[in-house]
C-alpha cells in the first residue's frame, strides 16, 4: 500500500503565493515521476506540473514562469511553489506518484488539497 498525504492549500489573494507539499509513504522500492493536477468547479482534471526522478520539469502553459515544482527523493516528497497567483489558480491540487511495483509504474493520487485565490 502506498499512500501519499498533502498539505499546504488554503486561502491566498490574489498575487500571493502558497507552497504545497506532498509525501509519499508505505511500500515504496523507488519512485519515477511526481506531479500535480487540479480541477477547478466544473472542469476536468488538468495537468499542472510534472518531475522525473532526475529533476527534470514539466509545466502546464497556463502556469509556466509562476509555479516551480521540486522533490526531495530521499524524502519521497515532491513540492509545488505557486507564486504570483491568481482567480484562476482556485482548484483541489492533486499530487500523484508513480511507484514502481515490480518495474512497471503505478500512479497513485493524494486526496487533494483545496487554494483559494481571492480578495
Known amino acids: 500500500q502506498v499512500q501519499l498525504v498533502e498539505s499546504g492549500g488554503g486561502l491566498v489573494q490574489p498575487g500571493g503565493s502558497l507552497r504545497l507539499s506532498c509525501a509519499a509513504s508505505?511500500?515504496?522500492?523507488?519512485?519515477?515521476?511526481m506531479g500535480w493536477y487540479r480541477q477547478a468547479p466544473g472542469k476536468q482534471r488538468g495537468l499542472v506540473a510534472t518531475?522525473?526522478?532526475?529533476?527534470?520539469?514539466n509545466y502546464a502553459d497556463s502556469v509556466k514562469g509562476r509555479f516551480t515544482i521540486s522533490r526531495d527523493n530521499a524524502k519521497n516528497t515532491v513540492y509545488l511553489s505557486m507564486n504570483s497567483l491568481k482567480p484562476e489558480d482556485k482548484a483541489v491540487y492533486y499530487c500523484?506518484?508513480?511507484?514502481?511495483?515490480?518495474?512497471?509504474?503505478?500512479?497513485?493520487w493524494g486526496q487533494g488539497t483545496q487554494v483559494t485565490v481571492s480578495s
Open positions: 500523484y506518484a508513480e511507484v514502481d511495483v515490480d518495474y512497471v509504474p503505478n500512479r497513485y
Open positions: 508505505g511500500s515504496i522500492s523507488s519512485i519515477y515521476a
Open positions: 518531475i522525473t526522478s532526475g529533476g527534470r520539469a
